[in-house]
């Protein structure tokens, strides 16, 4: 993937659960949204790890582009739906966003 993409860089691609049951936001290449490196990081080593309250197999569900109840990894977008690539993608990519941006974290 190109870090030279500011969608891959810079808007959410999935939310991961810690083992702590935070969750840290990443981009495409599996980084903390803003970081711009393939360079192996240690969430812990930085003060990303958010609690997202209402993330539940329903809310998961929503923002899953596939529907997937799963709390562990929720993936906003794949490969087959770049929010970029149309605007049926983006109107979808939206949505989940629109829905992330209501939850409140600690």
Same mark, same amino acid.
């Given at each position: 993937?190109?870090?030279?993409?500011?969608?891959?860089?810079?808007?959410? !691609?999935?939310?991961? +659960?810690?083992?702590?049951?935070? @969750?840290?936001?990443?981009?495409?290449? @599996?980084?903390?949204?803003?970081?711009?490196?393939?360079?192996?990081? +240690?969430?812990?080593? @930085?003060?990303? $790890?958010?609690?997202? +309250?209402?993330?539940?197999?329903?809310?998961?569900? +929503?923002?899953?582009?596939?529907?997937? =109840?799963?709390?562990?990894?929720? @993936?906003?977008?794949?490969?087959? $739906?770049? =929010?970029?690539?149309?605007?049926?993608?983006?109107?979808? !990519?939206?949505?989940?966003?629109?829905?992330?941006?209501?939850?409140?974290?600690?």
């Amino acid at each position: 993937m190109a870090l030279n993409d500011f969608r891959a860089v810079f808007l959410p !691609y999935c939310l991961d +659960k810690q083992s702590d049951g935070r @969750y840290v936001v990443l981009n495409r290449e @599996y980084k903390p949204i803003g970081f711009k490196t393939r360079e192996n990081i +240690k969430y812990e080593d @930085y003060p990303i $790890c958010v609690e997202l +309250k209402g993330i539940g197999s329903v809310t998961a569900a +929503k923002l899953s582009f596939e529907g997937d =109840p799963n709390t562990d990894r929720i @993936y906003l977008y794949n490969d087959g $739906c770049v =929010p970029t690539q149309s605007a049926e993608h983006m109107k979808n !990519y939206l949505e989940s966003l629109k829905i992330l941006a209501k939850l409140k974290v600690e």
